[in-house]
C-alpha cells in the first residue's frame, strides 16, 4: 500500500504560499429511462417539451412518484463508495424562483439523504507512462449522497427580448455527491473527478458524459495559509468538464490570494465560470440563494428500504475499479501501470477481459498466462494502430476475438511482432481476420534455415566493417545484425533462428 | 419566536409578493399573533415521539421505471403543456430574458 500524498501546491503570494481548499458538489444524472417523479422519457436530444409530462411541468393537482430504478442506481453508487444506505430517508423542498423551475421549489433531500458518508480513493500518477512504481494514493471523503430533480433549460439566445425553456430535464433524476473539502490542488480535484466518473461508469449508475450535461461540478474553492483555519469559501456552480474543473480553481485560488493580499476579504457567494476567458464572476442573481426556506415536502412520504432491496443492490454491483487494478497485477502479473491504464475506464476493461478470455481459449493456456501478451498488445499495438486511423476502442473494426486470432498467431510462431503489426493494420483497414491476411500475402514467419544462412551471409558480406568491430568487441551491433537480417527477410524470418544462425556466423 | 419589518419585506421578496411598506407594517403584528399562537404547541411535551412530517401513515410507493406508462404521467404532450403558456414559440415557453 502505498503511503498517503501530501499535495504540495501552493500559490506563491507576496506574503508566503497559500493553500488551496477544495470540495466537489458533483451533480450527476442517473440513468434511468423515465423521470424521478414522473413517466416521461429522459432521452437526450429530444424536441423541446416533448419529453415533458404533467408532472414536470408543475400543472396543479399532479402528485410526484418516486421511479424505483433511480432509487436503485443512488443506492448501488453509495455501496460503490462505501457509504451507508439510510434505511429511512426524506425528500425536502428547496424552494426558490427561476424560470427553468415551473414548481417554484426543487424536489432534494436536505435533512436526511439516501446515502451517508463514504470515500474513493484517487491515483495521483495516473497519467505518468511507463511507471512501474506503485501511484501515490489519497483518500477523499463523500460527505453524502442525496436524489433530486434536474431544472429545464433556458436558452437565452434565440429571441433579442424572449428566454425560452424547455422542460424536458426538468424532473430529470441526478445525484448529489458531496466531497469533503479534501482536495488540495487542480491536479487533485481531476483525479477525483476522473475517479467519481469512472465508478458511476463502472456501475453504470450514470453515462458520465459531461458534454450532454450528464455530470456537472459546483466546486467549492478557499485558501488559507498552511495550518491556520479554512478561509471564506466561493462556490463556482455548473463547471462541466474536467478540464474547466481545474481551471476555474486555478482561476478562483489566485484571485481569492490577490483580493486577501491586498487586504479585501472573500464574500461567500456563488460565481460563474466563463469558459472562454478562463475566468469567474460573481452570479449578483443568486445572491439570495442560500435562503431556500427548506422543509419536508408534503407530497411524499418517508423512503423507507428494507434489507431485501439493499442486499440486490449490493450484489448487483460489478468489480470496481480498485479491485479489478489490484486482481490484474497480482492475479494477472500485470505491471501497476498497465493495470492502471486498463481500468481507468470501464469500457477498456471489458475489451481486454474479452481480449484475454479468447486468447486464452484460442492458445488453450490460462488467463494469466496470456494476460500479458494481450495487455502489452492492447495498450501499445492497438491504441496506436487505432490512433493512427482516427478510430477508438468503442468503434474499433478489430473486435476482441479477431484480436485474440491475431495473438495465438504470434504465440504459436506463425507470425513475428513486426508482421503482427503489419497484419493488425491491415486488419483495421478492411476488418478482414488476421489468419486470412497472413495466408493471402504469404506473412508466414519461416524457419528455413538455408534460406536465413543466405540472409545472414550476404549481410555479413555487405557490412565487413562492422562484423571487424563487433568481433573485436563492440557487441551492441549484434541488434544492428539482426535488423538487417530482419530486413533482408521482409520480416518474416524466425527471429529466435537468425538470433542463433548470426551467433554461428559470427562466432 | 417573532418577526420585525425587515424579516416580513425579506421573505415577502423571497416569495416574491409585492408589499407597500403600510402592507408590511400591517402584517407585521398579524405575522407575529400567528406565530404566537403556534408556539403554543411548543407546551406540549413531545420527547421521544417521532415527528411527524405527514397527515398520511406509511411508506413511499415507488414507480417502475417505464416511459409513458400511464398517460396521465407521461411526456409527449407538449401541446397540453404549453396550452395555458401566455408567449410560446416554436415549441418552447417563451418569458422575458433572464440572462447572467
Known sequence: MASLSQSSYRIDGATGAWEVVIGLEVHAQIASRAKLFSGAATAFGAEPNAQVSLVDAAMPGMLPVPNKECIRQAVRTGLAVDAPINRVSRFDRKNYFYADLPQGYQISQLYHPLVGEGHIEISLDDKRAGADSEPAVKRIGIERIHVEQDAGKLMHDQHPTMSYVDLNRSGVALMEIVSRPDMRSPAEAGAYLRKLRAILRYVGSCDGNMEE?????????????????????????????????????????????????????????????????????????????????????????????DEAFIGECRESLPELPDAKRHRYETALGLTAYAAGVLTAEVETARWFEALAGASAAAQGRSLAEVARQAANWLLSDLFGALAKAGRTLDNSPVSPVAG??????????????????????????????????????????????????????????????????????????????VGQTMKAMQGKANPQLVNELLKQALG | MSVDKATVARIAALARIRLGEDEVAALEPELNKILAWVELLGEVDVSGIEPMTNGAPGVLVLREDVVDADPLTGGGKRDAVLANAPAAAHGFFGVPKVIE
Do not use: C, W
Open chain 1, 213 to 305: 450535461g450528464s455530470m456537472r461540478a459546483d466546486v467549492n474553492v478557499s485558501v488559507r495559509k498552511p495550518g491556520q483555519p479554512f478561509g471564506t469559501r466561493t462556490e463556482t456552480k455548473n463547471v462541466n468538464s474536467v478540464r474547466f474543473v481545474m481551471a476555474a480553481i486555478e482561476h478562483e485560488a489566485n484571485r481569492q490570494v490577490d483580493v486577501l493580499e491586498a487586504g479585501g476579504s472573500i464574500v461567500q457567494e456563488t460565481r460563474l465560470f466563463d469558459p472562454d476567458s478562463g475566468t469567474t464572476r460573481s452570479m449578483r442573481s443568486k445572491e439570495d440563494a442560500h435562503d431556500y426556506r427548506y422543509f419536508p415536502d408534503p407530497d411524499l412520504l418517508p423512503l423507507v428500504l
Open chain 1, 404 to 481: 485474440a486470432e491475431l495473438l495465438a498467431l504470434v504465440a504459436k510462431g506463425t507470425i513475428s511482432n513486426t508482421i503482427a503489426k503489419q497484419v493488425l493494420e491491415k486488419m483495421i483497414e478492411s476488418g478482414e481476420g488476421a489468419a486470412a491476411i497472413v495466408t493471402r500475402e504469404g506473412l508466414t514467419q519461416t524457419s528455413d534455415t538455408g534460406a536465413i544462412e543466405a540472409a545472414v551471409a550476404a549481410v555479413l558480406a555487405a557490412h565487413a566493417e562492422k562484423v571487424d568491430q563487433y568481433r573485436a568487441g563492440k557487441e551492441a551491433l549484434f541488434g544492428f545484425f
